[in-house]
């Protein structure tokens, strides 16, 4: 009696200790979190106030364009580094420094004489850009190592709820903390937010980077890809130790399943999208109300937040019940739904109409990128920083492109118009990304049922094959 009380004793105390260990892993990550919402405040209200204060500076909008380029232009590029960054360092050490550099910049900015503000600021828009870019992928393609995999869709979701509270809040007190306190008190605010992430992230164990060891994620194929991820492919990762060889394998990391590179076009031509929107909102609010045009962007961002951090809500709810995420399909129908939904908020609808186009809006960007997140964080740990770093220079790409082009067109085309091709052409690839999901899974669920037809055929004896007569004799 005793021996076979003892395994299942063993095992209570296993799922116990396992217990255990997932509510200290989930308490640390809500900390980390925590101090992520926090230098997402900060980061959305240098947005507002660095943007104001370039323009006050040189007193030239064209001076605006060019900064929002160099930092889109450093996010791109460290997009492409960090997967060869995360193979040799930490994730902790890369968040850390990420947060300590963009701090210190911020203080040079404030320190700096006025002979030299125009190279100040030129080396905050390249430090912010960068390591924002720096931050996200090693805090995302970690998260699997964190959290472990069951919950990283509960993870994925916790951190873009508090990086939507930080956005809400900072571009709220942007303009209320400029005009109360001035841009120097601002950008002290800013830097001490990026401090406090920094303190957080050093007081925590993070798991995560100098290639991950290959733990933490199951290897398994992303959902909709019809295969394995790919062990060969995580060899081929690992035979590019230290990241020397990080651009292949940043595009290795897109083939490791059918359909994974689409999905990461996917998401460019979305910040594509994106970049129409935010360039529109401001001319389209200057026409509803030209004497107070910030009422309506502030306005439509706080629903939009709200909608998205309601959708946050039930996708955690959906991940604790199920022990499901939303997976590839909801990357798909959410990229639609969100693309409609920002083409509509442009139509000039009654405003309780349009707030319910926000709103509707902000739960599909929120839905979209648990979806996006948690699909790449499938792959194998060799590959996931790649990935990730690719992924943000393709959204840098789109979005800093997106601005261009949309901000020429505004010239000529109204909101409605320019709005409504940038986010038709997201609309047409997702349409393509969500037939390339559905014949993937068909041909799986083909391949799946011959194989039982075979099985079953195989295994009857009146076929007189050779498995069917020694079952029946034995």
């Known amino acids: 009696m005793d021996s076979a009380d003892g395994p299942k004793a063993d095992e209570a105390d296993g799922d116990a200790r396992k217990a255990r260990d997932t509510a200290v892993s989930e308490r640390r990550f809500r900390f980390l979190v925590a101090g992520y919402a926090v230098s997402s405040y900060g980061t959305f209200l240098n947005m507002v106030a660095l943007n104001l204060f370039v323009y006050e500076t040189t007193g030239r909008a064209l001076a605006m364009g060019l900064f929002m380029a160099v930092r889109l232009a450093s996010g791109f590029v460290a997009g492409l580094v960090v997967g060869g960054l995360l193979a040799r360092f930490s994730a902790k050490s890369i968040m850390l420094w990420a947060n300590v550099g963009q701090g210190a910049v911020m203080l040079v900015l404030v320190l700096a004489p006025d002979g030299l503000l125009t190279g100040a600021l030129m080396a905050v828009s390249v430090v912010i850009g960068a390591c924002g870019t720096l931050f996200m992928v090693a805090l995302r393609s970690s998260i699997p190592e964190m959290v472990g995999e069951d919950r990283r869709a509960w993870a994925n979701s916790l951190s873009i709820t508090g990086r939507s509270l930080a956005m809400v809040a900072g571009f709220a007190s942007a303009g209320v903390v400029v005009s109360l306190v001035g841009y120097t008190a601002a950008f002290l605010v800013d830097m001490a937010t990026f401090m406090a992430c920094a303190v957080t992230v050093a007081l925590l164990p993070i798991a995560g980077g100098k290639g991950a060891g290959g733990k933490g994620a199951d290897g398994s194929a992303p959902e909709g890809s019809g295969g394995s991820a790919g062990s060969g492919a ?12 990080w651009r292949p394998v940043a595009f290795l990391a897109l083939a490791a399943a059918p359909g994974m590179g689409l999905m990461v076009a996917l998401r460019g031509v979305d910040a ?15 026409s509803l109300d030209a004497s107070n045009p910030a009422v309506f962007v502030s306005a439509f961002w706080c629903v939009w937040a709200l909608g998205n951090i309601g959708a946050q809500q039930v996708i955690q709810r959906y991940a604790q019940r199920t022990g499901r995420s939303v997976g590839a399909l909801g990357f798909g129908y959410g990229t639609v739904v969100m ?43 060799t590959l996931r920083g790649h990935a990730f770093g690719l992924s943000a220079t ?14 020429a067109a505004l010239d000529q085309f109204s909101p409605l118009a320019v709005v409504g091709w940038s986010h038709g052409a997201a609309i047409v690839v997702a349409v393509v990304f969500l037939l390339r999901v559905a014949g993937v899974r068909r041909a799986g669920r083909t391949a799946r049922t011959g194989q039982r037809k075979e099985e079953a055929v195989e295994g009857r004896p009146d076929r007189g094959d050779r498995n069917g007569a020694e079952v029946s004799g034995g």
């Open 234 to 245: 995580g060899k081929d990762a690992s035979a590019a130790k230290g990241g020397r060889r």
């Open 272 to 286: 594509f999208g994106s970049s129409s929107h935010n360039a529109a909102l401001p001319i389209y609010s200057t």
């Open 339 to 381: 693309s409609a939904a920002f083409i509509a908020a442009f139509a000039g609808f009654p405003l309780a109409v349009t707030a319910v186009i926000a709103l509707i809006a902000g739960a599909a960007d929120g839905l979209t990128e648990v979806a996006y997140t948690s699909h790449l964080q499938t792959l194998p740990a």
């Open 394 to 407: 393709f959204e840098n790409l789109g979005f800093g492109v997106g601005m261009i082009l949309v901000a």
